[in-house]
Protein backbone atom coordinates (compact mmCIF):
# COMPACT_ATOMS: atom_id res chain seq x y z
CA UNK A 1 0.00 0.00 0.00
CA UNK A 2 1.10 3.42 -0.98
CA UNK A 3 1.83 5.80 1.79
CA UNK A 4 -0.59 7.91 0.25
CA UNK A 5 -3.22 5.40 0.17
CA UNK A 6 -2.41 4.54 3.70
CA UNK A 7 -2.70 7.83 5.16
CA UNK A 8 -5.77 8.18 2.81
CA UNK A 9 -7.41 4.82 4.48
CA UNK A 10 -6.22 6.15 8.27
CA UNK A 11 -7.59 9.67 7.52
CA UNK A 12 -11.59 7.87 6.47
CA UNK A 13 -11.26 5.41 9.62
CA UNK A 14 -10.60 8.27 11.75
CA UNK A 15 -13.08 10.30 10.18
CA UNK A 16 -15.95 7.54 11.14
CA UNK A 17 -14.66 7.67 14.38
CA UNK A 18 -14.87 11.50 14.77
CA UNK A 19 -18.53 10.88 13.41
CA UNK A 20 -19.39 8.18 15.95
CA UNK A 21 -17.94 11.09 18.44
CA UNK A 22 -19.80 14.03 17.08
CA UNK A 23 -22.73 11.56 17.15
CA UNK A 24 -22.04 11.06 21.41
CA UNK A 25 -21.61 14.34 21.95
CA UNK A 26 -25.33 15.01 20.15
CA UNK A 27 -26.66 12.23 22.65
CA UNK A 28 -24.77 14.30 25.87
CA UNK A 29 -26.84 17.32 24.92
CA UNK A 30 -30.06 16.05 23.91
CA UNK A 31 -29.78 14.25 27.66
CA UNK A 32 -28.86 17.50 29.71
CA UNK A 33 -31.69 19.27 27.60
CA UNK A 34 -34.11 16.33 28.22
CA UNK A 35 -33.18 16.57 31.99
CA UNK A 36 -33.70 20.27 32.40
CA UNK A 37 -37.09 20.36 30.39
CA UNK A 38 -37.92 17.86 32.55
CA UNK A 39 -37.08 19.36 35.84
CA UNK A 40 -38.45 22.46 34.25
CA UNK A 41 -41.72 21.08 33.64
CA UNK A 42 -41.56 18.98 36.93
CA UNK A 43 -41.26 22.49 38.82
CA UNK A 44 -44.09 23.82 36.61
CA UNK A 45 -46.49 21.31 37.43
CA UNK A 46 -46.03 21.76 41.11
CA UNK A 47 -46.31 25.35 41.14
CA UNK A 48 -49.53 27.12 41.07
CA UNK A 49 -49.63 30.39 38.81
CA UNK A 50 -51.56 33.84 40.76
CA UNK A 51 -54.28 35.31 39.40
CA UNK A 52 -52.11 38.34 38.31
CA UNK A 53 -49.75 36.13 35.73
CA UNK A 54 -52.65 34.12 34.54
CA UNK A 55 -54.74 37.40 33.25
CA UNK A 56 -51.32 39.23 32.01
CA UNK A 57 -50.25 35.96 29.68
CA UNK A 58 -54.07 35.73 28.69
CA UNK A 59 -54.72 39.19 27.80
CA UNK A 60 -51.35 39.49 25.89
CA UNK A 61 -52.63 36.57 24.04
CA UNK A 62 -56.38 37.94 23.70
CA UNK A 63 -54.45 41.07 21.93
CA UNK A 64 -52.58 39.25 19.79
CA UNK A 65 -55.84 37.24 18.51
CA UNK A 66 -57.60 40.35 18.47
CA UNK A 67 -54.97 41.95 16.15
CA UNK A 68 -55.36 38.91 13.77
CA UNK A 69 -59.27 38.28 13.45
CA UNK A 70 -59.17 42.25 12.76
CA UNK A 71 -56.27 41.97 9.82
CA UNK A 72 -58.22 39.09 8.29
CA UNK A 73 -61.03 41.46 7.72
CA UNK A 74 -63.17 39.74 11.08
CA UNK A 75 -66.25 41.58 12.32
CA UNK A 76 -65.46 43.12 15.92
CA UNK A 77 -68.49 41.22 17.72
CA UNK A 78 -67.32 38.02 16.17
CA UNK A 79 -63.79 38.82 17.47
CA UNK A 80 -65.02 38.91 20.62
CA UNK A 81 -67.08 35.71 20.74
CA UNK A 82 -63.76 33.86 19.08
CA UNK A 83 -61.90 35.11 22.01
CA UNK A 84 -63.97 34.56 24.52
CA UNK A 85 -64.41 30.67 23.39
CA UNK A 86 -60.88 30.45 22.77
CA UNK A 87 -59.75 31.69 26.59
CA UNK A 88 -62.72 30.40 28.37
CA UNK A 89 -63.56 33.81 29.88
CA UNK A 90 -66.90 34.87 30.47
CA UNK A 91 -66.98 37.61 28.80
CA UNK A 92 -65.37 39.64 26.50
CA UNK A 93 -65.06 43.44 24.82
CA UNK A 94 -63.50 45.43 23.26
CA UNK A 95 -63.92 49.77 24.93
CA UNK A 96 -63.02 52.95 23.59
CA UNK A 97 -60.77 55.85 25.07
CA UNK A 98 -64.27 57.24 27.22
CA UNK A 99 -64.80 52.88 28.66
CA UNK A 100 -68.03 52.72 26.65
CA UNK A 101 -67.93 49.17 24.83
CA UNK A 102 -67.78 49.24 21.09
CA UNK A 103 -68.69 45.35 20.78
CA UNK A 104 -69.05 42.90 23.42
CA UNK A 105 -70.18 39.22 24.06
CA UNK A 106 -72.28 39.96 26.78
CA UNK A 107 -75.51 42.82 25.91
CA UNK A 108 -75.11 43.46 29.80
CA UNK A 109 -71.73 45.31 29.21
CA UNK A 110 -72.45 48.99 28.37
CA UNK A 111 -69.50 51.23 30.30
CA UNK A 112 -66.50 50.39 31.81
CA UNK A 113 -67.62 51.46 34.95
CA UNK A 114 -64.49 50.84 36.97
CA UNK A 115 -62.57 54.20 37.82
CA UNK A 116 -59.28 52.65 38.37
CA UNK A 117 -59.22 50.32 35.45
CA UNK A 118 -59.92 52.80 33.00
CA UNK A 119 -57.42 55.78 34.45
CA UNK A 120 -54.79 52.94 34.05
CA UNK A 121 -55.97 51.98 30.53
CA UNK A 122 -55.85 55.49 30.07
CA UNK A 123 -52.26 55.89 30.99
CA UNK A 124 -51.40 52.66 28.31
CA UNK A 125 -50.98 50.18 31.61
CA UNK A 126 -52.59 46.58 31.62
CA UNK A 127 -54.87 46.26 35.08
CA UNK A 128 -56.94 43.90 36.35
CA UNK A 129 -59.36 44.71 39.42
CA UNK A 130 -61.58 42.36 41.49
CA UNK A 131 -65.71 44.06 40.82
CA UNK A 132 -69.17 43.33 41.87
CA UNK A 133 -71.63 43.12 39.16
CA UNK A 134 -75.25 44.90 40.32
CA UNK A 135 -76.80 42.83 37.49
CA UNK A 136 -76.32 39.14 36.30
CA UNK A 137 -73.84 38.77 33.08
CA UNK A 138 -76.17 37.46 30.16
CA UNK A 139 -74.36 34.63 28.35
CA UNK A 140 -76.50 33.82 25.28
CA UNK A 141 -79.51 35.29 26.53
CA UNK A 142 -78.41 33.31 29.73
CA UNK A 143 -77.64 34.67 33.50
CA UNK A 144 -74.04 33.63 33.51
CA UNK A 145 -73.52 34.65 37.17
CA UNK A 146 -75.82 35.83 39.80
CA UNK A 147 -76.48 39.76 40.42
CA UNK A 148 -74.10 40.98 42.80
CA UNK A 149 -71.18 38.73 41.79
CA UNK A 150 -67.50 38.81 42.14
CA UNK A 151 -65.60 38.73 38.63
CA UNK A 152 -62.02 39.62 37.94
CA UNK A 153 -61.87 42.12 35.03
CA UNK A 154 -59.14 42.72 33.42
CA UNK A 155 -57.76 44.74 30.67
CA UNK A 156 -55.11 45.81 28.26
CA UNK A 157 -54.62 48.69 25.94
CA UNK A 158 -54.77 48.15 22.18
CA UNK A 159 -52.66 51.08 21.64
CA UNK A 160 -55.24 53.30 19.42
CA UNK A 161 -57.08 54.60 22.21
CA UNK A 162 -58.89 51.59 22.63
CA UNK A 163 -58.46 48.24 24.92
CA UNK A 164 -59.78 44.74 25.24
CA UNK A 165 -61.48 43.86 28.66
CA UNK A 166 -62.10 40.20 29.99
CA UNK A 167 -64.23 39.31 32.54
CA UNK A 168 -63.41 35.49 34.59
CA UNK A 169 -65.99 34.50 37.90
CA UNK A 170 -64.09 33.10 40.79
CA UNK A 171 -65.06 29.45 39.96
CA UNK A 172 -63.58 29.88 35.90
CA UNK A 173 -60.29 31.79 37.24
CA UNK A 174 -59.12 29.76 40.46
CA UNK A 175 -59.52 26.29 37.92
CA UNK A 176 -57.07 28.46 35.32
CA UNK A 177 -54.56 29.32 38.09
CA UNK A 178 -54.47 25.22 39.63
CA UNK A 179 -51.67 23.19 37.78
CA UNK A 180 -52.96 20.36 35.71
CA UNK A 181 -52.04 17.29 36.95
CA UNK A 182 -50.94 15.70 33.88
CA UNK A 183 -47.71 17.44 32.90
CA UNK A 184 -46.63 15.27 35.91
CA UNK A 185 -46.42 12.89 33.78
CA UNK A 186 -44.88 14.50 30.72
CA UNK A 187 -42.29 15.51 33.65
CA UNK A 188 -41.41 12.13 34.51
CA UNK A 189 -41.14 11.44 30.87
CA UNK A 190 -38.70 13.75 30.50
CA UNK A 191 -36.54 13.16 33.09
CA UNK A 192 -36.80 9.03 32.23
CA UNK A 193 -35.02 10.27 29.04
CA UNK A 194 -32.88 12.30 30.00
CA UNK A 195 -31.26 9.28 32.56
CA UNK A 196 -31.76 6.80 30.11
CA UNK A 197 -29.83 8.81 26.99
CA UNK A 198 -26.94 10.35 29.80
CA UNK A 199 -26.34 6.72 30.66
CA UNK A 200 -25.80 5.47 27.21
CA UNK A 201 -23.83 8.99 26.40
CA UNK A 202 -21.69 8.09 29.40
CA UNK A 203 -20.95 4.26 27.84
CA UNK A 204 -19.82 5.28 24.21
CA UNK A 205 -17.27 7.97 25.31
CA UNK A 206 -16.03 5.65 27.82
CA UNK A 207 -15.60 2.96 24.92
CA UNK A 208 -14.64 5.49 22.19
CA UNK A 209 -12.22 7.90 24.14
CA UNK A 210 -8.82 6.08 22.33
CA UNK A 211 -10.28 7.65 18.43
CA UNK A 212 -9.51 10.89 19.71
CA UNK A 213 -6.12 9.96 19.79
CA UNK A 214 -6.29 8.20 16.30
CA UNK A 215 -7.58 11.13 15.17
CA UNK A 216 -5.42 13.79 16.13
CA UNK A 217 -2.24 11.31 14.72
CA UNK A 218 -4.24 11.11 11.61
CA UNK A 219 -5.06 15.11 10.84
CA UNK A 220 -1.35 15.38 11.92
CA UNK A 221 -0.01 13.05 9.26
CA UNK A 222 -2.21 14.48 6.84
CA UNK A 223 -1.06 18.30 7.52
CA UNK A 224 2.32 16.74 7.31
CA UNK A 225 1.45 15.33 3.53
CA UNK A 226 -0.08 18.71 2.76
CA UNK A 227 2.63 20.82 3.49
CA UNK A 228 5.01 18.77 1.60
CA UNK A 229 2.78 18.46 -1.18
CA UNK A 230 2.94 22.10 -1.13
CA UNK A 231 6.51 22.37 -1.05
CA UNK A 232 6.26 20.05 -3.81
CA UNK A 233 4.19 22.41 -5.56
CA UNK A 234 5.80 25.40 -4.92
CA UNK A 235 9.29 23.73 -6.34
CA UNK A 236 7.42 22.37 -9.78
CA UNK A 237 6.19 25.88 -10.17
CA UNK A 238 9.13 27.49 -9.71
CA UNK A 239 10.92 24.98 -11.79
CA UNK A 240 8.51 25.39 -14.51
CA UNK A 241 8.94 28.89 -14.78
CA UNK A 242 12.74 28.97 -14.70
CA UNK A 243 11.97 26.52 -17.74
CA UNK A 244 9.88 29.12 -19.27
CA UNK A 245 11.95 32.01 -18.79
CA UNK A 246 14.95 30.22 -20.25
CA UNK A 247 13.28 29.04 -22.80
CA UNK A 248 12.35 32.40 -24.10
CA UNK A 249 15.56 33.52 -23.03
CA UNK A 250 17.11 30.88 -26.02
CA UNK A 251 14.15 31.86 -28.49
CA UNK A 252 15.15 35.54 -28.39
CA UNK A 253 18.94 34.41 -28.39
CA UNK A 254 18.27 32.48 -31.69
CA UNK A 255 16.11 34.79 -33.13
CA UNK A 256 18.51 37.87 -32.57
CA UNK A 257 21.56 35.38 -33.89
CA UNK A 258 19.52 34.74 -36.66
CA UNK A 259 18.51 38.80 -36.96
CA UNK A 260 22.33 38.87 -37.28
CA UNK A 261 23.42 36.76 -39.18
CA UNK A 262 20.52 37.79 -42.29
CA UNK A 263 22.02 41.35 -41.53
CA UNK A 264 25.15 40.55 -41.67
CA UNK A 265 24.64 38.43 -45.19
CA UNK A 266 22.20 41.25 -46.33
CA UNK A 267 24.96 44.06 -46.10
CA UNK A 268 27.35 42.23 -47.19
CA UNK A 269 25.47 41.41 -50.14
CA UNK A 270 24.07 44.93 -50.55
CA UNK A 271 27.48 46.84 -50.36
CA UNK A 272 29.48 43.67 -52.01
CA UNK A 273 27.50 43.96 -55.25
CA UNK A 274 27.80 48.22 -55.58
CA UNK A 275 30.94 48.24 -54.56
CA UNK A 276 32.31 45.14 -57.41
CA UNK A 277 30.64 47.43 -59.78
CA UNK A 278 32.31 50.72 -58.44
CA UNK A 279 36.27 48.98 -58.45
CA UNK A 280 35.24 46.58 -61.79
CA UNK A 281 34.48 50.31 -63.53
CA UNK A 282 37.37 52.40 -61.96
CA UNK A 283 39.84 49.86 -63.53
CA UNK A 284 38.00 49.34 -66.88
CA UNK A 285 38.66 53.25 -66.79
CA UNK A 286 42.41 53.05 -65.36
CA UNK A 287 43.84 50.19 -67.50
CA UNK A 288 43.33 51.99 -71.33
CA UNK A 289 41.82 54.32 -73.83
CA UNK A 290 38.22 54.32 -74.14
CA UNK A 291 35.76 55.99 -76.69
CA UNK A 292 33.86 58.58 -75.01
CA UNK A 293 30.71 56.81 -74.93
CA UNK A 294 31.83 53.27 -73.33
CA UNK A 295 33.65 55.69 -70.71
CA UNK A 296 30.49 57.72 -70.12
CA UNK A 297 28.29 54.66 -69.84
CA UNK A 298 31.26 53.33 -67.11
CA UNK A 299 31.18 56.60 -65.19
CA UNK A 300 27.29 56.34 -65.27
CA UNK A 301 27.15 53.22 -63.46
CA UNK A 302 29.92 53.83 -61.60
CA UNK A 303 28.44 56.77 -60.21
CA UNK A 304 24.79 54.94 -59.14
CA UNK A 305 26.53 52.16 -57.40
CA UNK A 306 28.57 54.77 -55.78
CA UNK A 307 24.89 56.67 -54.54
CA UNK A 308 23.52 53.42 -53.80
CA UNK A 309 26.41 52.70 -51.60
CA UNK A 310 26.08 56.34 -50.06
CA UNK A 311 22.17 55.52 -49.49
CA UNK A 312 22.94 52.46 -47.80
CA UNK A 313 25.30 53.47 -45.42
CA UNK A 314 23.29 57.27 -45.28
CA UNK A 315 20.10 54.89 -43.73
CA UNK A 316 22.13 52.76 -41.26
CA UNK A 317 23.61 55.95 -39.79
CA UNK A 318 20.45 57.72 -39.42
CA UNK A 319 18.53 54.60 -38.18
CA UNK A 320 21.28 54.43 -35.63
CA UNK A 321 21.27 57.99 -34.79
CA UNK A 322 17.40 58.24 -34.76
CA UNK A 323 17.29 54.66 -32.29
CA UNK A 324 19.51 56.74 -30.07
CA UNK A 325 18.41 60.02 -29.85
CA UNK A 326 15.41 60.06 -32.08
CA UNK A 327 14.11 62.43 -34.91
CA UNK A 328 14.30 66.71 -34.37
CA UNK A 329 10.98 68.13 -35.80
CA UNK A 330 10.29 71.59 -36.51
CA UNK A 331 6.16 71.93 -37.07
CA UNK A 332 4.82 74.62 -38.51
CA UNK A 333 1.59 75.09 -39.93
CA UNK A 334 1.52 74.63 -43.96
CA UNK A 335 -1.66 74.79 -46.57
CA UNK A 336 -2.24 71.44 -48.16
CA UNK A 337 -1.06 72.78 -51.76
CA UNK A 338 1.88 74.27 -50.89
CA UNK A 339 2.74 70.87 -49.28
CA UNK A 340 1.71 68.83 -52.30
CA UNK A 341 4.29 71.17 -54.35
CA UNK A 342 7.61 70.79 -52.02
CA UNK A 343 6.48 67.17 -52.43
CA UNK A 344 6.57 67.07 -56.42
CA UNK A 345 9.32 69.46 -56.00
CA UNK A 346 11.32 67.13 -53.99
CA UNK A 347 11.45 64.13 -56.09
CA UNK A 348 11.91 64.21 -59.90
CA UNK A 349 9.94 61.11 -60.60
CA UNK A 350 7.05 61.99 -58.13
CA UNK A 351 4.00 63.63 -59.86
CA UNK A 352 0.45 64.46 -57.76
CA UNK A 353 -2.81 63.80 -59.10
CA UNK A 354 -6.41 65.81 -58.35
CA UNK A 355 -6.51 68.76 -56.46
CA UNK A 356 -5.46 69.31 -52.99
CA UNK A 357 -8.10 69.83 -50.17
CA UNK A 358 -8.65 73.37 -48.08
CA UNK A 359 -6.73 72.31 -44.91
CA UNK A 360 -3.68 73.25 -43.05
CA UNK A 361 -1.61 70.58 -41.30
CA UNK A 362 0.72 71.34 -38.52
CA UNK A 363 4.28 69.42 -39.26
CA UNK A 364 7.58 69.24 -40.72
CA UNK A 365 7.79 69.90 -44.25
CA UNK A 366 11.06 68.91 -44.45
CA UNK A 367 10.55 65.36 -42.71
CA UNK A 368 7.45 64.62 -44.46
CA UNK A 369 9.48 65.26 -47.86
CA UNK A 370 11.97 62.58 -46.77
CA UNK A 371 9.27 60.56 -45.37
CA UNK A 372 7.73 60.59 -49.00
CA UNK A 373 10.58 60.37 -51.08
CA UNK A 374 11.74 56.79 -48.83
CA UNK A 375 8.21 55.65 -49.85
CA UNK A 376 8.57 56.58 -53.83
CA UNK A 377 12.43 55.13 -53.62
CA UNK A 378 10.55 52.18 -52.17
CA UNK A 379 7.68 51.82 -54.74
CA UNK A 380 10.36 52.20 -57.50
CA UNK A 381 13.12 49.85 -56.31
CA UNK A 382 10.17 47.07 -55.79
CA UNK A 383 9.33 47.29 -59.42
CA UNK A 384 6.35 50.15 -59.98
CA UNK A 385 6.48 52.20 -63.13
CA UNK A 386 4.62 54.95 -61.83
CA UNK A 387 4.55 56.54 -58.63
CA UNK A 388 2.24 59.42 -57.72
CA UNK A 389 0.58 61.19 -54.81
CA UNK A 390 -3.19 62.01 -53.62
CA UNK A 391 -4.59 64.27 -50.43
CA UNK A 392 -7.39 64.15 -49.11
CA UNK A 393 -9.51 64.68 -45.79
CA UNK A 394 -11.14 61.13 -46.20
CA UNK A 395 -9.46 57.87 -46.25
CA UNK A 396 -11.08 56.16 -49.45
CA UNK A 397 -10.29 52.54 -48.86
CA UNK A 398 -10.56 50.37 -46.21
CA UNK A 399 -7.22 49.73 -44.90
CA UNK A 400 -5.58 46.16 -44.80
CA UNK A 401 -2.80 47.23 -42.77
CA UNK A 402 -3.01 50.59 -39.78
CA UNK A 403 0.48 51.67 -37.75
CA UNK A 404 -0.03 54.21 -35.30
CA UNK A 405 -3.21 56.24 -35.14
CA UNK A 406 -5.56 57.89 -37.94
CA UNK A 407 -8.35 59.03 -36.27
CA UNK A 408 -9.54 62.25 -36.04
CA UNK A 409 -9.37 65.56 -38.34
CA UNK A 410 -6.76 64.31 -40.46
CA UNK A 411 -5.02 65.56 -43.80
CA UNK A 412 -4.33 61.89 -45.81
CA UNK A 413 -1.35 62.14 -48.42
CA UNK A 414 -1.26 59.10 -50.36
CA UNK A 415 1.67 57.68 -52.25
CA UNK A 416 0.09 55.27 -54.62
CA UNK A 417 2.13 53.23 -57.86
CA UNK A 418 1.43 50.54 -60.04
CA UNK A 419 3.52 48.24 -58.93
CA UNK A 420 2.95 44.21 -58.50
CA UNK A 421 1.56 45.05 -54.22
CA UNK A 422 2.71 43.55 -50.78
CA UNK A 423 2.61 40.19 -50.16
CA UNK A 424 -0.47 39.95 -47.77
CA UNK A 425 1.60 37.65 -45.46
CA UNK A 426 3.99 40.08 -45.11
CA UNK A 427 2.00 43.19 -44.45
CA UNK A 428 1.99 42.87 -40.76
CA UNK A 429 5.96 42.78 -40.58
CA UNK A 430 6.75 45.47 -43.53
CA UNK A 431 7.51 48.45 -41.08
CA UNK A 432 9.43 45.77 -38.89
CA UNK A 433 13.42 46.32 -38.58
CA UNK A 434 15.37 44.60 -41.22
CA UNK A 435 11.71 42.98 -42.49
CA UNK A 436 12.68 42.16 -46.29
CA UNK A 437 10.04 39.71 -48.12
CA UNK A 438 11.64 36.80 -49.86
CA UNK A 439 14.55 37.94 -52.64
CA UNK A 440 13.16 41.41 -52.65
CA UNK A 441 15.63 44.31 -52.76
CA UNK A 442 16.68 46.68 -50.28
CA UNK A 443 18.12 46.36 -46.84
CA UNK A 444 14.32 46.58 -44.64
CA UNK A 445 15.16 49.92 -43.17
CA UNK A 446 12.91 52.20 -45.85
CA UNK A 447 9.34 51.48 -44.59
CA UNK A 448 11.12 50.83 -40.85
CA UNK A 449 12.49 54.79 -41.38
CA UNK A 450 9.31 55.77 -42.32
CA UNK A 451 7.68 54.12 -39.44
CA UNK A 452 10.12 56.04 -37.08
CA UNK A 453 9.14 59.39 -38.94
CA UNK A 454 5.89 59.27 -38.80
CA UNK A 455 5.36 58.68 -34.88
CA UNK A 456 8.04 61.55 -34.61
CA UNK A 457 5.15 63.42 -36.51
CA UNK A 458 2.29 61.97 -34.71
CA UNK A 459 1.26 60.78 -38.17
CA UNK A 460 -0.80 57.57 -38.74
CA UNK A 461 -0.32 55.10 -41.45
CA UNK A 462 -2.92 53.18 -43.11
CA UNK A 463 -2.01 50.57 -46.19
CA UNK A 464 -4.03 48.97 -49.19
CA UNK A 465 -1.57 46.54 -51.43
CA UNK A 466 -3.22 44.35 -54.22
CA UNK A 467 -1.46 43.28 -57.53
CA UNK A 468 -2.51 46.55 -59.18
CA UNK A 469 -0.38 48.56 -57.02
CA UNK A 470 -0.07 50.43 -53.12
CA UNK A 471 -1.44 52.92 -51.73
CA UNK A 472 0.42 54.22 -48.41
CA UNK A 473 -1.21 56.72 -46.65
CA UNK A 474 0.15 58.97 -44.51
CA UNK A 475 -2.24 60.85 -41.87
CA UNK A 476 -1.25 64.34 -41.05
CA UNK A 477 -2.49 66.28 -38.18
CA UNK A 478 -4.76 69.32 -39.33
CA UNK A 479 -4.03 72.44 -37.60
CA UNK A 480 -5.45 73.68 -34.47
CA UNK A 481 -8.21 76.18 -36.81
CA UNK A 482 -9.23 73.33 -38.85
CA UNK A 483 -10.02 71.04 -36.23
CA UNK A 484 -12.20 73.54 -34.84
CA UNK A 485 -13.75 73.49 -38.21
CA UNK A 486 -14.42 69.91 -38.26
CA UNK A 487 -15.88 69.71 -35.01
Not at 412 to 431: E, H, N
Not at 464 to 472: A, H, L, M, N
Amino acid sequence: MTPQRQVSRTVRNCGLKALWIGTVAAAAVVTVAAIRSGAAAYLETVRPVNEGEFLARVTEEAVDLYRNLEAAGTDGTVAVRQIRNRTEAAAVGIVDHTGRYLAATSPTLDRLEEGFVLSELRSGRFVAAARQLPDPLLVDGVADTPPGGVVYEAARPLGDGRALVMLFDLPDLRRHTLPPARTSRRALQLLALGLVSGAVTVAAVVTRLRSARCQRAAMQEADDLREHSARLETLNRQLRQAQAETMRALTAAEEANRVRTDFTLMITHELRTPLTSVVTGVELLANGDLPNAERDEILSYVLGDARRLDRLIGQMLTVAKVEAHGFDTANTDLDAPALVRRLVDSHSRLTAAGDPPAVSVTTDPDMVCTLVGSLTDNAYIHGATRVWIETSTRLGDQPMFVVGDINGPRLFVTVADDGPGIDPDFLPRAFDKFSKSGTSPGTGLGLYLVRLMAESLGAGIAVTTGPDGTRISVALPLTYADVEAAS
